[in-house]
């Protein structure tokens, strides 16, 4: 069965800190793995990454893929009370599975 | 721009009542899809639709019908409503049935007592 683990599955940080989320995976059929952040309502697209050690990147927030190693991490530097949020991975396999989500809270 | 639009926003309905859960969209998808969203446990499937006229079951389909309208519309009914059906809905739309990147609507906050 298809499955994707994130971890923590809560976070707390002040202003200015640097956080990683975490998200494994096994599916089969692998095509993509995607972040998405969801906020009071619908969840945002963030990143799709297709092939491994591609680093995608826009603005404070990065995200690397590891097929060999089956995960993919997600990184936020100098965080901001608006980076609080539920961070969501999926993977898309024969079918796109998501995982349970990360809350992150930054404090001020 | 309104991108996926859910109807209602909140719903409160007693054990053994139907309703319908309402959305549509206005980017020209042809594929779209219902997921419950539960503490701990992501976003589950219930239902999709790959093109107009189709419809197939995902993961938690149990208790639920839905009907693909046309192109831009996709309802969700529960006929008799239970507490375990109590969730977050959100309605979702992509370009293609393979194509990763889904387009969520705010999504309906559905409680059964």
């Known amino acids: 069965e298809d499955k994707v683990v994130q971890s923590p599955l809560s976070l707390v940080v002040h202003e200015g800190d640097t956080v990683t989320l975490n998200c494994s995976y096994e599916v089969t059929n692998f095509r993509s793995l995607l972040w998405y952040k969801q906020e009071k309502k619908a969840p945002t697209f963030l990143f799709m990454l297709?092939?491994?050690?591609i680093e995608k990147k826009s603005g404070r927030l990065s995200s690397i893929l590891d097929k060999k190693e089956l995960f993919s991490i997600l990184n936020i530097t100098a965080t901001q009370t608006g980076d609080s949020a539920i961070y969501l991975c999926a993977v898309f396999g024969n079918k796109l599975v998501f995982g349970a989500g990360t809350i992150l809270r930054v404090k001020s | 721009n309104a991108g996926v639009t859910q109807t209602p926003k909140f719903q409160v309905l007693k054990t053994g009542q139907s309703m319908t859960l309402q959305c549509a969209q206005d980017m020209n998808h042809n594929s779209m899809y219902w997921y419950r969203q539960d503490p701990g446990m992501g976003l589950r499937l219930i239902y999709y639709s790959a093109s107009e006229g189709t419809t197939d079951k995902g993961e938690v389909p149990n208790g639920y019908n839905v009907s693909r309208l046309n192109k831009r519309e996709f309802s969700l009914r529960l006929e008799s409503a239970a507490p375990s059906q109590t969730s977050v809905y959100f309605c979702?739309?992509?370009?293609?049935?393979?194509?990763?990147?889904?387009?969520f609507g705010s999504g309906t906050r559905l409680t059964v007592v």
């Open positions: 979702a739309s992509s370009e293609a049935l393979f194509q990763t990147e889904r387009t």
């Open positions: 297709t092939s491994s050690g």
